[in-house]
């Protein structure tokens, strides 16, 4: 921008080098300065993002800042210097400034003949224009709503490193352990043998397999299991720029091949992601025994391994311990025991009792009165005898009957409460896929699991993360919003002027929802990363304009000032836009798969900035105008108010007042009360289709409209009948 003006008045106003480059420095100093602090505070809001994902991007912001000071003293302290050299080489002209010449011979023309006419064509029709404005950015924001454009909050890239784990049940045997890993072995040969007659290739780099233990991540509901009747296989895969397909459809098809052992009782397979997000698939069951838990668990993975994109489903609750269930028979009801106490004097005579404590030097110690050893055999059960509230003794084994189960030996509780976590992977390879099987289980198979079974359920792992990254983005954007508020409010010396400016806010996501609309890439959080870099960047070229736009009013009429500001700005806001859109242009291209979680970023800044100086030149100097026509509505109402004549000022305020009060009774009652008057929907006749928020605006407007216009033709009669008594 500095660079620009000075040479705009070395060539233009005849201004020696060294003079237009200290004049040149002087003049930006401050929409400069502005633009980069807005842009500064944009990034800083990235600050607020916290935890781990605010680890991951914490470098961005840091760096950003870091390198916009430096750029900031170096144009106001080395670059005068250099451009008053380089503007008295450029006064002598050379043969290889030919096509340099012939392109500012070029600009100028279509700058003078083309843009100057448009920009007076912008300003006539300045409402429909922002119409037009408002037409694009809903037709994009349409392209989200229906879902053409996808939301995928950390898609981390792939590793190519396949895991895949098994655990048999309790009575399995070695032998069964070593036949399930031979069975995964043999499905990941034919499946690669498959892969290398469909793709050329073999897909393995290598692959091992374990038995007495699980690879990493592992098996979470394992508990103590017996380390032989654990065992998986580790595949290594290829580059994933050496093959079509991503390690999550090799995944899916190895789960499609290997037979599951009778005896098996966890089978998973999971492709590795890098980056710091969780399970993509994560639910927390409660508020139930833990029995019905686990049985809702169990639905919910059954319903989830339906789905070929759902790998490594488990749950951190696994059947390892042999339970024997005791009930009072009807005769041990009759002989009066009753079931606690009956479980307590169990647990006494297993466990031992404490009778009696005593001090031992600064510690204390107890008395335990415990069975020996030798009694507590397998035929404990029929050898004990209970006695009764009636004196006598009888065999547990008259008084009980026995039921023998499968059950747990660690229940997880959080907060007190039994809680059972089943985890997941979904793949992204098609973003609209995953999106569809997230909404299904949050709308469809979620609730239908907890009517049957009872429970309730939380979405945890990346949806938890989400939900805090949404809510540190939502208050780092509105820190950020108020920063760059005040900073223009100072700059301009204005409260309503910043308006003006960051009204070319919102359309940023034109270009932002297009740009991932065309490389058919799901929004993210480093969208949400780019948007809030993009909101500091993005009215750098309004700042400029609007200057120089109140720069020229000083002079002339505002109309003609912003035609002039406009044109002549023209110049150093293609130069701003282009040269930061031409150097993020060739990350778009970048085919490294590591690099690709970082693609929405770029987008959103080459797309939406890009888009962004076209809009902003169509809407700056329409909203400034728009300015220009609002202060003369308020200011005649000001003085309308304040008239020296009684009835003009009297007609005024009613006219106020009831507008007033027609917007109270109308839009105020449904923002209180959610549904129009009652007196007025009786007569909302072809409005009645419509929604309350809607017809009552609908109403407002009509009425606001008819009570003006008989409010101005009734101030009109009555002031041309007080000239005429005034005349006779």
């Not at 842009?39 to 912001?61: H, N, Q, S, W």
């Not at 009575?171 to 499946?191: F, H, I, K, T, Y």
């Not at 027609?662 to 006749?685: I, Q, R």
């Amino acid at each position: 921008v500095v660079g620009e003006h000075a040479d705009h008045r070395a060539r233009n106003l005849g201004e020696a080098p060294v003079v237009a480059a200290e004049t040149a420095a002087r003049r930006m100093a401050m929409p400069v300065f502005a633009a980069t602090l807005t842009t500064i505070i944009a990034f800083m809001a990235l600050v607020v993002v916290g935890g781990r994902f605010g680890d991951l991007i914490r470098d961005i912001p840091f760096t950003v800042i870091v390198v916009l000071a430096a750029s900031l003293v170096e144009c106001f302290l080395i670059l005068p210097n250099h451009m008053a050299h380089a503007l008295a080489h450029s006064g002598t002209q050379h043969w290889y400034d030919w096509p340099s010449r012939q392109v500012n011979r070029g600009f100028t023309w279509v700058r003078d003949r083309l843009f100057r006419p448009f920009i007076a064509g912008v300003i006539a029709a300045r409402y429909v224009v922002l119409a037009g404005v408002v037409v694009v950015l809903a037709s994009q924001m349409a392209l989200w709503v229906r879902g053409d454009v996808n939301w995928r909050f950390f898609n981390a890239p792939e590793r190519g490193y396949v895991t895949g784990n098994f655990a048999m049940i309790e009575g399995a045997s070695r032998a069964d352990s070593l036949e399930m890993m031979r069975e995964m072995q043999r499905a990941a040969e034919e499946l690669a043998a498959e892969y290398e007659r469909e793709h050329g290739r073999n897909p393995i780099a290598y692959a091992t397999t374990v038995v007495g233990g699980t690879n990493w991540p592992g098996l979470r509901g394992i508990g103590d299991r017996d380390a032989d009747l654990l065992g998986g296989i580790s595949i290594e895969l290829i580059d994933a720029e050496e093959r079509p397909y991503s390690s999550f459809a090799f995944v899916a098809d190895m789960q499609k091949r290997v037979e599951q052992h009778p005896l098996a009782e966890v089978v998973t397979f999971r492709g590795q992601r890098s980056g710091p997000g969780g399970d993509s698939l994560s639910v927390r069951l409660f508020g139930a025994e833990t029995g019905t838990l686990k049985q809702a668990s169990l639905a919910l993975q059954d319903t989830l391994l339906r789905y070929p994109e759902v790998s490594g489903v488990e749950d951190n609750l696994a059947y390892d311990k042999q339970e024997l269930i005791l009930d009072l028979t009807p005769q041990g009801q009759a002989l009066g025991f009753k079931i606690d106490d009956l479980g307590r004097s169990l647990r006494h005579r297993l466990g031992g009792i404490e009778a009696a404590t005593y001090p031992d030097g600064p510690r204390s110690a107890e008395i335990r009165v415990e069975l020996p050893e030798d009694e507590l055999t397998a035929d404990f059960l029929e050898r004990t005898q209970m006695r009764a509230p009636s004196g006598i003794y009888v065999p547990l084994a008259d008084i009980v009957s026995v039921e023998r189960r499968t059950g747990f030996s660690t229940v997880r509780r959080e907060n007190g409460v039994r809680v059972v976590s089943v985890s997941g992977d979904i793949s992204e390879d098609d973003p609209a896929r995953a999106t569809e099987i997230e909404n299904t289980l949050r709308n469809d198979i979620l609730p239908s699991i907890a009517a049957v079974h009872q429970v309730e359920w939380h979405r945890a792992g990346q949806a938890e993360q989400e939900s805090t990254f949404r809510n540190d983005a939502l208050t780092g954007f509105i820190l950020c919003m108020t920063g760059i508020y005040l900073v223009l409010a100072w700059v301009f010396a204005s409260w309503s002027r910043p308006a003006v400016v960051m009204a070319i806010i919102p359309f940023g996501l034109v270009g932002t929802i297009y740009g991932h609309w065309v490389w058919d890439v799901p929004l993210s959080m480093f969208t949400v990363v780019g948007l809030l870099g993009m909101t500091g960047i993005i009215i750098n070229d309004s700042i400029v304009l609007i200057t120089v736009i109140d720069d020229y009013a000083e002079e002339r009429g505002l109309i003609p000032s912003i035609i002039d500001g406009t044109a002549d700005r023209l110049r150093p806001v293609l130069l701003t836009t282009l040269t930061t859109v031409l150097g993020l242009a060739p990350l778009l291209y970048e085919q490294s798969q590591q690099a690709q979680f970082l693609k929405p970023t770029v987008i959103t800044l080459v797309y939406g900035l890009g888009f962004g100086m076209f809009l902003g030149l169509l809407l700056v100097p329409a909203m400034v105008a728009m300015q220009q026509d609002l202060g003369a509505r308020l200011t005649g109402l000001r003085r309308g108010l304040g008239h020296r004549h009684r009835g003009m000022r009297v007609s005024v305020r009613i006219a106020a007042a009831g507008c007033a009060v027609w917007l109270a009774t109308t839009v105020g009652h449904v923002l209180v009360t959610g549904d129009l008057l009652p007196a007025l929907a009786g007569y909302s006749g072809p409005l009645s289709s419509l929604t309350p928020g809607r017809a009552a605006f609908a109403m407002f407007a009509g009425g606001a409209a008819i009570w003006l216009i008989a409010m101005q033709i009734g101030t009109g009669v009555i002031l041309r009948l007080g000239r005429r008594s005034a005349r006779s």
